[in-house]
Structures are given as structure tokens and as C-alpha cells.
């Protein structure tokens, strides 16, 4: 008498291996694209910077009736002089005012411990840490800028790949759309197509909306303190402009060397530089960036933080840079691919804001 019953595998086996297949293939994905988290960051940066670069040449082209190759190439030359121009121009002062900005903020920054321990509040906070012995934290403190500089370099190599990635994609956009089309069903390339498209010019919106709030801040905050009278004003205000890019986070921190600079003339003008920036900010929040999300990408702002919050914990400081378009990229995912087909729901009035519809669903050029 047989002890077991032998049986041939039928269709109920051979779906559970394949479901475990395909389970131990996500998870590979998953464990791929977490390692490889930097490196997809580097892609969406390039993609950006290539998005900027074909809507100057798409404007380039419309005005002038010059081919996009040679629109491309005009606006890379124009881009790079200007840039060659600026450093040629400002470099020096630009350099001697950041030399100032550095020697100057460690005395700001003594100072304003030496008030803070003379605060009656302030002395009982600190009590508890007199018995600690500063001069341990010589080699923490080294050790830092030992990796501050490894990151200048690092991010130097990355901004080279962007530059060079994003003028690849910018100069045959149509191969690479084409080939990642491939990747979907027949029956549904020309719905990702639209998708890409419209992805294509929510970004290219976002970024000439974050264009006009950088070199207003910039501008705004650099005149301020010049007629505060304080040092650097303009070193101080192209960083504010530049780190106005990092929407919400980055207008606080382009305050900080401003008012440790100032502080480190008086209180007084540190008192007047944070009020200056309050009141920047105010303008911009109230006024600029209202005006120019009205033709441009209606991002809520709670989702915008929270964004930037949720990005820069899973993959680091870089993804500070590129949370926000990467969650506009995936909002308009959702509301193509599950509002609209799924749910069958029509586009929101209160969502993204939608370009118009013959340039959204039109047949996909694949």
C-alpha cells in the first residue's frame, strides 16, 4: 500500500509559482531601486534640466523659424555666456563677498552665544552642559568638513551628469519616448503618450514659475540688504535666489547667512534683515507666486511640504532638489491613469493645472 499519492501539477500549481514569481521580481525591483536611489534622482534631474532646455528652444524656434537642432544649440551657447558672462563680470566680487560671509559668521556666531549666556533663561538651559568638554569635538568637528568637502565634489560629478544627460535627452527626446512606449501595451501607448506630454509641460511650467520667484527673491533680497547696509549684499542675494529653487525650505535657509552676517555687524541689523526677508517672502506668497501659478501649476502647499519632507528622509538631501516635480509628475499619474480611467471621473478644476486639451490628447507619436 503507497504511503503518499503522487499527483501531476496542474493549473492551480503552475499559477501559484508564477504569483510567487512575480512577487520575488517586484521585491527585486524594490531592493534595485532603493539602491540605486541616487542614481534615479540623477535621471529626473537630467530630465528637468532637458525640459528647460527644449521649451527654450521650442520659444527659440516659434520666434525665429530656425530648426530645433539649431534653436538647441543657440540656447546652449546663450545660456553658457551668459553664465561665462556673469562669473567674468561678478566672479571676483562675488568671490571676495563669500570670502567675508565665511570669515565673518563664526564671530557672528560667538556672539550670539556670548548673549545667550548672559540671558538669565538661557544660563539655566546651558547649566547642564558646562561639564562637557568642548575641545573632544575637535575631530567631530574636522571629520564634517572632511565630508563637506567630499560632497562639494560629489556634487559637482553629479551636476556634470545632469548637464550632459539632460542635453542628450533635450537634443532627441522622440527616441527615448519612444523606446520607454515600447515598454506598454499597444492598446495603451497612445494614453501614456498623452501622459508624457502632459507630464513634459506641468514641469516646464514649474520651472518658469520657480524661475520668476528666484530672481524676484533674489532680486528683492539683494537690494533689502544693500540698503540696510549690510555686507555682501550681493553674494547674500543670489544665494537666496538660488536656494528659492527648494520651494518653502529653501527661503528659510537663504535667510540664515543673511542674518548671521548682519549680526554680526549689530543685533539691531539682524533684527531688520529677518524682518526684510519676512517681508519678501510675504510679497512673493501673496502676490508673485499667486500670479504666476494662475497660468502655471496649481500645487497645493501642504503637498508641496510634505513632499519635500517625505522625499528627503527616504533618499537623502539631494532629493530636496527634485521632491516637488517628482510629486507633480506623480499626481499627474494619478489623475490620468486612476481618476480619469478607472474612476471615469472627469479632470479636476481644483487639481493640476490642465494644459490645453488638443495638446493632451493628441495621437502618440511613438
Given at each position: 500500500?503507497?504511503?503518499?499519492?503522487?499527483?501531476?501539477?496542474?493549473?492551480?500549481?503552475?499559477?501559484?509559482?508564477?504569483?510567487?514569481?512575480?512577487?520575488?521580481?517586484?521585491?527585486?525591483?524594490?531592493?534595485?531601486?532603493?539602491?540605486?536611489?541616487?542614481?534615479?534622482?540623477?535621471?529626473?534631474?537630467?530630465?528637468?534640466?532637458?525640459?528647460?532646455?527644449?521649451?527654450?528652444?521650442?520659444?527659440?524656434?516659434?520666434?525665429?523659424?530656425?530648426?530645433?537642432?539649431?534653436?538647441?544649440?543657440?540656447?546652449?551657447?546663450?545660456?553658457?555666456?551668459?553664465?561665462?558672462?556673469?562669473?567674468?563680470?561678478?566672479?571676483?566680487?562675488?568671490?571676495?563677498?563669500?570670502?567675508?560671509?565665511?570669515?565673518?559668521?563664526?564671530?557672528?556666531?560667538?556672539?550670539?552665544?556670548?548673549?545667550?549666556?548672559?540671558?538669565?533663561?538661557?544660563?539655566?538651559?546651558?547649566?547642564?552642559?558646562?561639564?562637557?568638554?568642548?575641545?573632544?569635538?575637535?575631530?567631530?568637528?574636522?571629520?564634517?568638513?572632511?565630508?563637506?568637502?567630499?560632497?562639494?565634489?560629489?556634487?559637482?560629478?553629479?551636476?556634470?551628469?545632469?548637464?550632459?544627460?539632460?542635453?542628450?535627452?533635450?537634443?532627441?527626446?522622440?527616441?527615448?519616448?519612444?523606446?520607454?512606449?515600447?515598454?506598454?501595451?499597444?492598446?495603451?501607448?497612445?494614453?501614456y503618450g498623452q501622459l508624457l506630454r502632459y507630464?513634459?509641460?506641468?514641469?516646464?511650467?514649474?520651472?518658469?514659475?520657480?524661475?520668476?520667484?528666484?530672481?524676484?527673491?533674489?532680486?528683492?533680497?539683494?537690494?533689502?540688504?544693500?540698503?540696510?547696509?549690510?555686507?555682501?549684499?550681493f553674494a547674500l542675494g543670489l544665494t537666496g535666489?538660488?536656494?528659492?529653487?527648494?520651494?518653502?525650505?529653501?527661503?528659510?535657509?537663504?535667510?540664515?547667512?543673511?542674518?548671521?552676517?548682519?549680526?554680526?555687524?549689530?543685533?539691531?541689523?539682524?533684527?531688520?534683515?529677518?524682518?526684510?526677508?519676512?517681508?519678501?517672502?510675504?510679497?512673493?506668497?501673496?502676490?508673485?507666486?499667486?500670479?504666476?501659478?494662475?497660468?502655471?501649476?496649481a500645487l497645493a502647499p501642504v503637498i508641496a511640504?510634505?513632499?519635500?519632507?517625505?522625499?528627503?528622509?527616504?533618499?537623502?538631501?539631494?532629493?530636496?532638489?527634485?521632491?516637488?516635480?517628482?510629486?507633480?509628475?506623480?499626481?499627474?499619474?494619478?489623475?490620468?491613469?486612476?481618476?480619469?480611467?478607472?474612476?471615469?471621473?472627469?479632470?479636476?478644476?481644483?487639481?493640476?493645472?490642465?494644459?490645453?486639451?488638443?495638446?493632451?490628447?493628441?495621437?502618440?507619436?511613438?
Amino acid at each position: 500500500m503507497e504511503n503518499s499519492i503522487t499527483r501531476p501539477a496542474g493549473p492551480d500549481d503552475a499559477e501559484f509559482i508564477r504569483r510567487i514569481a512575480i512577487a520575488g521580481i517586484l521585491i527585486l525591483l524594490g531592493f534595485a531601486v532603493w539602491r540605486l536611489a541616487d542614481v534615479l534622482l540623477l535621471i529626473f534631474a537630467a530630465i528637468l534640466f532637458a525640459v528647460a532646455l527644449r521649451g527654450l528652444s521650442t520659444r527659440l524656434n516659434s520666434l525665429t523659424g530656425m530648426g530645433f537642432s539649431l534653436s538647441l544649440i543657440v540656447v546652449l551657447l546663450l545660456v553658457g555666456t551668459i553664465v561665462a558672462f556673469v562669473f567674468w563680470a561678478f566672479g571676483a566680487q562675488i568671490a571676495s563677498q563669500y570670502d567675508e560671509i565665511v570669515e565673518r559668521i563664526p564671530a557672528a556666531i560667538a556672539g550670539i552665544a556670548a548673549q545667550f549666556r548672559t540671558h538669565p533663561i538661557a544660563r539655566y538651559l546651558v547649566e547642564p552642559f558646562k561639564s562637557l568638554d568642548i575641545s573632544t569635538a575637535t575631530a567631530p568637528i574636522a571629520s564634517a568638513l572632511a565630508r563637506a568637502m567630499s560632497s562639494i565634489a560629489q556634487g559637482l560629478s553629479y551636476a556634470a551628469f545632469v548637464i550632459f544627460g539632460g542635453i542628450y535627452l533635450a537634443a532627441d527626446p522622440a527616441r527615448y519616448r519612444a523606446g520607454l512606449l515600447r515598454l506598454i501595451p499597444r492598446s495603451r501607448r497612445g494614453r501614456y503618450g498623452q501622459l508624457l506630454r502632459y507630464s513634459g509641460q506641468l514641469l516646464e511650467r514649474w520651472l518658469l514659475g520657480q524661475l520668476v520667484v528666484m530672481v524676484t527673491i533674489g532680486a528683492l533680497s539683494g537690494f533689502g540688504l544693500w540698503a540696510l547696509g549690510i555686507d555682501a549684499p550681493f553674494a547674500l542675494g543670489l544665494t537666496g535666489g538660488l536656494l528659492c529653487f527648494v520651494p518653502f525650505v529653501g527661503a528659510i535657509l537663504a535667510a540664515v547667512p543673511a542674518t548671521l552676517m548682519a549680526f554680526a555687524q549689530s543685533p539691531i541689523d539682524a533684527l531688520y534683515t529677518i524682518l526684510l526677508f519676512i517681508g519678501v517672502h510675504l510679497i512673493e506668497g501673496n502676490f508673485i507666486t499667486p500670479l504666476v501659478q494662475d497660468k502655471a501649476v496649481a500645487l497645493a502647499p501642504v503637498i508641496a511640504v510634505f513632499s519635500t519632507l517625505i522625499f528627503t528622509i527616504l533618499f537623502g538631501p539631494f532629493a530636496v532638489m527634485v521632491a516637488v516635480p517628482i510629486t507633480i509628475v506623480l499626481l499627474a499619474m494619478l489623475e490620468m491613469l486612476y481618476v480619469e480611467d478607472v474612476l471615469r471621473e472627469s479632470p479636476s478644476k481644483n487639481g493640476l493645472a490642465r494644459p490645453p486639451a488638443d495638446t493632451i490628447h493628441a495621437s502618440s507619436a511613438v
